[in-house]
């Protein structure tokens, strides 16, 4: 880690992490419904980056955490944010959706 408090991890070492089944570690999506709706990952929780003020203590700040978005620029932001509220433990999956190359999970609405 550079001058941060939180990590990048590669979409490959999220999917990696994902496929271990380590209930230690929790994974939020923060792009908007749509977005999520059109392909997301299956262990993932959605929590929008501009809800993330308002919801980020529904966030276990002593769990390790992964945060998604669509290219890695949301997400960023969001582990910002949540380093500043106290939470020690986070990753940012570089390169967001765009680079995940396994299974994701469409809703139909």
Same mark, same amino acid.
């Not at 433990?89 to 995940?100: C, E, I, Q, R, S």
């Given at each position: 880690? +550079?001058? #941060? !408090?939180?990590?990048?991890? %590669?979409?490959?070492?999220?999917?990696?992490?994902?496929?271990? @089944?380590?209930?230690?570690? #929790? $994974?939020? &999506?923060?792009?908007?419904?749509?977005?999520?709706?059109?392909?997301?990952? +299956?262990? =993932?929780?959605?929590?929008?980056?501009?809800?993330?003020? =308002?919801?980020? &203590?529904?966030?276990?700040?002593?769990?390790? %955490?992964?945060?998604?978005?669509?290219?890695?620029?949301?997400?960023?932001?969001?582990?910002? $944010?949540?380093?500043?509220? @106290?939470?020690? +433990?986070?990753?940012?999956? %570089?390169? @967001?959706?765009?680079?995940? #190359?396994? +299974? !994701?999970?469409? &809703?139909?609405?």
């Amino acid at each position: 880690m +550079k001058n #941060q !408090t939180w990590s990048e991890m %590669t979409s490959n070492e999220v999917e990696a992490l994902i496929a271990s @089944g380590r209930e230690d570690v #929790q $994974f939020i &999506d923060v792009r908007e419904l749509a977005e999520y709706r059109e392909g997301h990952i +299956k262990a =993932v929780r959605l929590i929008p980056l501009s809800q993330l003020e =308002v919801r980020h &203590d529904e966030i276990d700040r002593n769990q390790e %955490t992964v945060m998604i978005c669509r290219s890695g620029n949301r997400s960023r932001q969001a582990c910002e $944010f949540l380093a500043s509220h @106290g939470h020690l +433990k986070l990753h940012n999956m %570089t390169g @967001g959706m765009l680079n995940w #190359q396994g +299974k !994701t999970i469409r &809703d139909e609405s």
